[in-house]
């Protein structure tokens, strides 16, 4: 259900002030900068940015205005019909549409122009074409000026409307010029409205909201109506049968009985049967009003009889809604409803008659729709059981009620203050009620402080099992600790012993301890570098010292480290040492050299030979000679000598760690080659 | 007056303040150093805009005034010549103050009619071809130049069909090619927007005339049947010429003054 707020329909700028903003728009919004060196390309790319960003705007700007003005035929029949009678249908329509094609032809416009900068061949002429393409935008929103004058001011006017909800509640008041129309409102209602005592003073529709029922009604002041055909009215009784027609309300039909207002009874009487095609399937009442002025007993009975008639065509109108509600209005008061606003009399019954009226029809309304049967349907209304529903008191209470309560014997504590000496003497005895072991013990004192102290951090209700919980842990743990070191202790040894002991652990601590450090430094190889051998402590001799300390003779390993840096000398030296050697011992601890010795050199071998391991093929190697197995070898160090070179873990790492280094790719490139610079 | 006019409903019940007038009176008398001050501080395309609104004023302005002035000038015109003889030098002046008298619209109207003679266009400008001919190199390397593209407006008749891209040289592009123009009658002083038929002849050559080449001071035959002309022998006349007067490649538009 749409809400009619026409309050918020932005303003419709007028042409000229549409223009300045566009333009403007288009001057802040886009580079406003150009050079006729610049590619052509940009260039005409900028200047079509430029017309491309108007018609964008223009397009915006006045589609805001298409979309937020109502479009008569969505909106509701009263609303439209009021618009029409207001504003001129056609009219309306005409405006909206026109901006509309205006809107279509500018699209046009900047497509055309746009297009024709593409072929612009020079600044010039491209900014030509773009001058071109907004002059012509802005001389057809020129021609628009009348249109959007036009829906300015229609806004301007529909913001002021009242508004009025066509689905609500509503009692509408109708009937000739000055019969009391608008002072009814002004006492039903806080809408303050103009009365004045001449004809017309109402010119438009007004709306007042009232509380009837707990529920908000609203109350439409009509314009008066003449008595003369639908095409001669004006305007602003047009607009009082626009809300007759299209409003589903209840219609109070104001007569003036006074005929102060300067029309008979009679020719009201006319209107009303004029008119009467609007009421159809709406409640309706006639309302004789100004009875302070001319009392309704002193009528003539012409006057009279042609209120009844009024008053049958009213019950008949109403007898087509609700069957219920002939009888009502006949037994209400069998006569006409009269009030008379000057004095405040009677307005409030006819409100409230108005009112029941309106609901009786609306719930029936409702009745007779499709949807209710589905909702009753589902309905269930829970009825009490028939018969006495007396409440329920026990026996035994009603006895007591009967015989009087018995007075307790028990004390209370109020008793006691009353009997020493009342409210503010008496101090009530707290340690009475308290609940210990022994009764004895509820005056005990017991101190606040208690060797340093202090006792509430002490007081936990089982403290006293978590205590010997603990005890008991504690002795439990002593008794496996006693177990423990009667079956490894020292009290066997003798002092001799324990001394050495002493001594084995001390080393062994150490030696660790050395261990540790030395992995440090090596990083867990067996190698240190002699670097970081800063305390100079890993020299042979000290291995020596220390192996022999252990027990174990190094000197064989010494001569192995040393055998490096011996001289070609000291090697033969060392070689016939070892042919000595051969006979007596077979043991595997040989040092390196003198492996090598052995397996390369006989005697006559000339001296010019390399040391080099392994020439001979062993079978099942898969090399058919000796010669072979030296290529291969030689081949896979060439192999390796390479990857080694560039730091390869192996031969498939094709890393490339710097891809562009810097020095390579920066810096003017001069008569040097690339790789320098 | 509608329900929700509080302020005029205001105005009605307990009428304005006292001193209303004075404050309108005063507020008027300061209108003019604000408009001023503000046409002092208005930077950028704002303050052109105003003292451009604000120049078009004051030349209204001075308009009407110098109109009042010159019909007070016609009834001093109209003196009684001085009697007794007046020297040569002083004769002019009494010519000059009468030829003052003539009236705007009376000037509007002899312009009109010397106008009337005058060819629309008598001379143009002439565009060399390098203009209007836009060399398109072709060819893989794009190394041959024998293809032109025509860069102003042309027209193209509707049964023509483009060559293949072997046998065509001129290349007349789809964006400048143009099929209706704006044409003002002189006589009536109104504008039709009218289809062309073809291109009569374009000053700046042959060449142009046959490719259909429309530049300022072509003379086009256009459509008129929708103006309804009729020759002196009752026949409705359809084609008729008119010289473009304005720029097409630079205005997008072709505007042309019919040849009556």
């Known amino acids: ?58 397009h915006d700007k006045l589609g805001k205005v298409l979309d937020s003005f109502p479009k008569l035929d969505d909106i509701h029949p009263f609303y439209s019909d009021l618009m029409n009678v207001l504003y001129d249908r056609d009219h309306y329509k005409l405006a909206l549409g026109q901006i509309h094609t205006a809107v279509g032809l500018i ?71 000055n019969v009391g129309k608008s002072s009814f409102m002004n006492t039903v209602t806080r809408a303050d409205v103009e009365v004045e005592p001449y004809a017309f003073t109402t010119k438009s529709l007004y709306v007042g909201h009232m509380d009837f029922k707990y529920l908000r009604w609203q109350v439409i002041d009509t314009p008066g109506i003449l008595d003369r055909p639908l095409e001669t009215r004006n305007t602003i009784e047009m607009q009082s049968i626009t809300a007759l027609a299209h409003l589903r309300a209840v219609i109070l039909y104001i007569v003036d009985i006074s005929e102060q207002c300067g029309y008979t009874i009679a020719q009201q009487a006319a209107l009303f049967h004029s008119i009467k095609p609007l009421f159809a399937n709406k409640p309706l009442l006639v309302v004789c009003n100004k009875t302070d002025a001319q009392a309704m007993e002193d009528l003539p009975q012409k006057s009279k009889d042609l209120l009844e008639e009024m008053k049958k065509a009213a019950d008949m109108n109403c007898a087509g809604l609700t069957a219920s509600m002939v009888v009502d209005s006949s037994s209400a008061d069998g ?41 009753l349907n589902r309905l269930h209304v829970a009825l009490p059981s028939t018969g006495v529903r007396a409440p329920n008191i026990p026996k035994s209470v009603l006895a007591n009620a009967k015989a009087g309560y018995p007075k307790s014997e028990r004390k209370t504590e109020k008793d006691l203050q009353e ?59 002593l ?72 027990g174990v003779d190094a000197s064989a390993a010494i001569e192995r480290n040393r055998g490096r840096s011996v001289t070609r000398r000291g090697k033969k030296r060392a070689l016939e040492d070892d042919e000595d050697m051969e006979g007596r011992s077979k043991s595997r601890s040989k040092s390196r050299s003198a492996v090598l010795g052995r397996t390369h ?58 891809e562009m280094p810097k020095h390579l790719f920066s810096g003017k490139r001069g008569i040097g080659k690339t790789d320098r610079r | 007056m509608p329900q929700n006019e509080h302020i005029e409903l205001f105005q009605k019940r307990y009428g304005r303040r006292l001193d209303h007038e004075e404050r309108q009176r005063k507020k008027e008398a300061r209108s003019v150093h604000k408009k001023a001050e503000y046409a ?76 009337k003679w005058e060819v629309p266009l008598p001379k143009v400008r002439p565009i060399a071809e390098e203009e209007v001919f836009k060399v398109l190199r072709s060819g893989k390397r794009k190394r041959k130049q024998w293809k032109r593209m025509i860069t102003k407006a042309t027209f193209v008749g509707q049964s023509f069909t483009r060559k293949p891209p072997k046998y065509e040289r001129f290349i007349r592009p789809t964006g400048l090619r143009f099929t209706k123009a704006h044409v003002t009658h002189p006589e009536l002083k109104t504008t039709f927007c009218l289809e062309i038929i073809g291109v009569k002849k374009n000053p700046n050559g042959q060449t142009m005339t046959q490719m259909g080449v429309i530049t300022k001071g072509t003379v086009i035959e256009v459509n008129v049947s929708e103006l309804g002309l009729v020759t002196p022998g009752g026949k409705v006349v359809w084609g008729k010429y008119a010289q473009v007067t304005n720029n097409p490649e630079n205005d997008g538009c072709i505007n042309a003054v019919l040849l009556v």
Not at chain 1, 11 to 39: E, F, H, I, Y
Not at chain 1, 143 to 170: C, F, G, W
């Open chain 1, 107 to 177: 699209d046009k416009i900047a497509k055309d122009y746009v297009r024709l900068l593409k072929y612009g061949d020079s600044l010039y002429r491209c900014k030509q074409l773009k001058k071109a393409a907004l002059g012509r935008m802005c001389t057809l929103m020129k021609k628009q000026k009348a249109s959007l004058v036009y829906l300015e001011q229609v806004r301007q006017h529909m913001s002021r409307l009242p508004s009025i909800d066509p689905n609500t509640r509503t009692l509408l008041v109708c009937g000739y010029p």
């Open chain 1, 335 to 375: 006569g006409l409803v009269t009030m008379s606003t000057l004095k405040e009399d009677g307005v409030s019954d006819v409100k409230n008659k108005a009112c029941e009226m309106l609901l009786m029809s609306r719930v029936d309304q409702k009745l007779k729709t499709r949807k209710t049967n589905d909702v």
């Open chain 1, 419 to 477: 009997e020493n000496g009342g409210a503010g003497v008496y101090s009530m005895d707290v340690r009475k009620n308290y609940l210990l072991e022994k009764d004895e013990w509820k005056y005990d004192k017991i101190p606040e402080i208690f060797d340093g102290h202090n006792v509430a951090d002490f007081v936990d209700p089982d403290i006293e099992e978590r205590l010997a919980e603990l005890e008991r842990e504690e002795e439990a743990m």
């Open chain 1, 479 to 550: 008794q496996e600790e006693e177990n423990q070191m009667d079956e490894e202790s020292e009290d066997d040894l003798t002092a001799e012993e324990k001394q050495t002991l002493k001594k084995i652990r001390a080393k062994k601590s150490k030696i660790i301890m050395d261990h540790r450090k030395k992995k440090q430094k090596g990083q867990g190889s067996a190698h240190i570098a002699r670097k970081h051998d800063t305390e100079r402590r890993l020299t042979s001799r000290r291995m020596r010292d220390e192996l022999g300390e252990m």
């Open chain 2, 40 to 115: 002092q501080k208005a930077l950028g395309i704002k303050g052109k805009l105003y003292a451009k609104k604000r120049y078009a004023e004051k030349v209204q302005m001075k308009k009407t005034l110098a109109m009042h002035a010159e019909s007070d000038g016609k009834r001093r015109s109209n003196e009684e010549p001085k009697k007794g003889a007046i020297p040569a030098y002083l004769l002019d002046r009494e010519q000059a103050s009468r030829s003052k008298v003539l009236s705007n619209t009376v000037k509007q109207k002899r312009k009109e009619k010397a106008g």
């Open chain 1, 1 to 58: 259900m749409p809400v009619y707020n026409f309050k918020a329909l932005p303003t419709v700028p007028s042409a000229s002030d549409l223009l300045d903003v566009v333009l403007s728009k288009t001057q802040r919004q886009t580079p406003t900068v150009v050079r006729g060196k610049w590619q052509i390309s940009r260039i005409r790319q900028f200047y079509m940015r430029k017309v491309k960003y108007t018609q964008q705007t223009f």
């Open chain 1, 601 to 658: 050199s006989s005697k006559s071998r000339s001296r010019s030979r390399g040391p080099s391991v392994a020439h001979s093929a062993e079978p099942g190697s898969g090399f058919k000679h000796s010669a072979q197995k030296m290529k291969a070898q030689i081949l896979s160090d060439k192999m390796q000598r390479k990857m080694q070179k560039l730091a390869r873990k192996g031969e498939g790492d094709r890393i490339i760690p710097n």
